[in-house]
């Protein structure tokens, strides 16, 4: 399979978005620990917005979420794991989460296990 199948096209496909769903995952290139970022469509299958950082920190957090509503805007509902730094994110941009279940946590889950495998 090809990830540009998976990748969104926001010129076609943004009036299709639900919801958004966000998480990271550490990876490792040559020795080294990377954080990939993830926001994910759920309802379309779809990846919105990928991120790669050295740290997972609330600041880094908050750049990620504020690029993905300057991209996508803010109408729509966001999802996150519920850690301490996508609090401290969505407080310093005075917007209000979602945190998802075990079910959608899994969706979540098979999504970025797609991108570290692939």
Not at 22 to 29: G, H, L, Y
Not at 91 to 97: A, E, M, T, V
Request: hydrophobic share 35%; charged share 35%; proline share 1%.
């Amino acid at each position: 399979m090809d990830i540009n199948e998976f990748v969104i096209d926001r010129k076609k496909e943004r009036r299709k978005i639900r919801c958004i769903m966000i998480d990271e995952s550490m990876i490792t290139v040559k020795g080294e620990v990377y954080w990939l970022w993830i926001a994910y469509e759920p309802y379309i299958n779809k990846y919105l917005l990928m991120d790669i950082s050295k740290d997972r920190t609330a600041l880094r957090c908050y750049y990620f979420i504020k690029r993905l509503r300057r991209l996508y805007g803010s109408k729509y509902t966001v999802y996150t794991d519920g850690a301490h730094y996508y609090n401290q994110a969505y407080r310093w941009l005075r917007i209000k989460h979602d945190v998802y279940d075990q079910e959608d946590k899994n969706v979540m889950e098979r999504a970025v296990q797609y991108i570290n495998k692939g």
